[in-house]
């Protein structure tokens, strides 16, 4: 039991205070702990080989490629669209209109 306490980061000094069933407690969360990082690696994982997979589908045009909120839903909010002020819209089509009328001579 001790070499699988000082694999599970358990300092030999600690190992000698601590009874039985602590060092089983702590080589189990430790055990834990490691299966839930493998579990983050697998979806991070899992996440890029999926995204990758949509970017390849995007350029064969079967599919649009998905937004990051799409893909990591718990992560990022659906951005709420902004509306512009039909005034601002009005000034920016007048300008475009301005320079092209310049342009063609009218």
Not at 8 to 23: G, H, N, R, S
Not at 66 to 92: C, G, M, N, S
Request: net charge positive; charged share 25%.
């Amino acid at each position: 039991m001790y070499k699988q306490a000082l694999k599970c980061e358990i300092k030999p000094y600690e190992f000698w205070e601590l009874t039985i069933a602590e060092t089983l407690d702590m080589i189990q969360a430790y055990n834990e702990r490691q299966k839930e990082e493998m579990q983050f690696q697998a979806i991070c994982s899992y996440s890029i080989a999926h995204t990758v997979t949509k970017g390849i589908a995007v350029v064969f045009g079967k599919e649009k490629f998905p937004q990051l909120h799409e893909v990591f839903p718990t992560l990022f909010e659906k951005p709420i669209p902004k509306q512009q002020d039909y005034r601002q819209i009005q000034a920016i089509m007048r300008a475009y209109n301005e320079v092209w009328k310049k342009q063609n001579n009218r």
